[in-house]
């Protein structure tokens, strides 16, 4: 218990410290910063092109992760080694570079005009520095109105520059902070899931099933993310349940019944005295509401149909069918094919359709083989750098 409670105190740090850096950032999403602040420089300075490029998180390559310009899609997540050609230049030494004729230079490598089909002729790359540390690097090719780049060009890129790297700084701190957060809950989801040693992994195969689900129903990265986290939490209440009850090797008793039920009101609660609640909304009604049934026979509100909140519609599909599918000491557990079977027969009693469709339609996919459909998909390392 020890453990879990220092868990839950690291869990609430992190998420004030997630809050604070979303209230520090713009509320429109990094891919679009970078690519609105390389189309504001390239528009200022009059360039033909951009691309503002990016050291990776293993510090051996630089990414193109904006870029603007005629062949603009073909440049994009090009990658270089981190000291190849003027941009790994520039980076290293984290000093600007202005040049006339690429073509001269003795740094210049032409890899990237060669894979996109685009003609560098002249070149400004300034670094995007933050506290002494480059972050990566912007250039603009090709100025439009004469044959060359001027000093003034340089000095405004660089005042533009720096503008990026701190948004590029603050955006890298806060993927950093919410990996942190991920981590601990998928640790705390695994302590839990280990005081009962028939249902360890349990909270991870719902989220990983959950997620199949959202992704097949074309839910967006954003909601996935949220529908996630939540699946990871959907029984946080456990661990307010005995073990004499929890671990029951045989039946439970109507009692005993009653007392598990406890759990979604248990897990709500935990979760609403972590602040901001605002992080943690879909996990406070998923927790609560994962075992409601469209007709109303759930716990603990017997809400109905569009009543039960969509999240917690499908955990409870993806959780249904783990626990039917999972052995315990008084039964084997069903197959899959058998799970989808008892699925299909709840159809718009128990469980959403759609949800149901979508989530026999994945399993008829791999031919009920999860893991042959986890690897054919990359969900295995979908959080996998967590």
């Known amino acids: 218990m020890t453990q879990i409670k220092d868990l839950e105190y690291k869990v609430q740090e992190l998420l004030n410290l997630l ?7 713009s509320n429109i999403e990094i891919d679009e910063v970078f690519q609105n602040i390389l189309l504001q420089m390239v528009q200022v300075i009059g360039a033909e ?35 190849e050609g003027i941009v790994g230049k520039v980076i290293e030494t984290g000093q600007a570079e202005l040049i006339e004729n690429v073509a001269e230079h003795a740094d210049w490598a ?24 480059v972050l990566g690097a912007l250039q603009l090719l090709n100025k439009k109105t004469v044959a060359f780049f001027s000093e003034q060009d340089i000095t405004l890129a660089l005042a533009l520059a720096s503008q990026s790297a701190l948004a590029l700084h603050n955006s890298q701190m806060y993927d950093e902070l919410y990996r942190m957060f991920l981590s601990m809950i998928r640790t705390l989801a695994k302590v839990l899931d280990a005081r009962d040693p028939y249902t360890a992994g349990h909270s ?41 009850i929890l671990r029951k090797p045989s039946g439970l008793t109507k009692i005993e019944y009653e007392t598990i039920k406890q759990h979604t009101i248990i ?17 406070i009604q998923t927790a609560r509401s994962h075992h ?12 109905k149909g569009e009543e039960i909140p969509w999240f917690a519609r499908i955990v409870g599909v993806a959780d249904a069918f783990d626990a039917m599918t999972t052995a315990r000491s008084y039964s084997k557990g069903m197959s899959f094919k058998d799970g989808a079977a008892e699925l299909l027969r709840c159809r718009n009693i128990l469980f959403d359709a759609n949800i149901v469709d979508a989530f026999v339609a994945i399993l008829e996919e791999c031919s009920y083989q999860v893991d042959k459909y986890e690897a054919g998909n990359g969900e295995s390392n979908f959080y996998g750098s967590v």
């Open 19 to 25: 809050e604070a850096f979303k209230q520090l950032n």
């Open 49 to 83: 092109a951009g691309t503002l490029w990016v050291v990776n998180s293993d510090k051996q390559n630089v990414e193109a992760v904006a870029a603007y310009g005629p062949t603009s899609s073909a440049i994009l997540n090009i990658k270089l080694a981190k000291k």
């Open 110 to 133: 032409n890899r990237v005009d060669v894979s996109s089909g685009f003609v560098t002729k002249s070149m400004i790359t300034v670094p995007l520095k933050v506290k002494g540390t």
């Open 204 to 244: 991870e195969r719902v989220a990983k099933y959950s997620l199949w689900i959202a992704k097949k129903l074309g839910m967006a990265g954003g909601a996935s993310d949220e529908l996630y986290k939540a699946a990871l939490l959907h029984d946080i209440g456990k661990i307010g349940i005995p073990d004499d």
């Open 267 to 283: 897990g709500a609660d935990i979760l609403s005295n972590m602040e901001p609640k605002s992080a943690l909304v879909h996990a």
């Open 292 to 303: 409601e049934r469209l007709d109303g026979t759930g716990y603990p509100d017997q809400l």
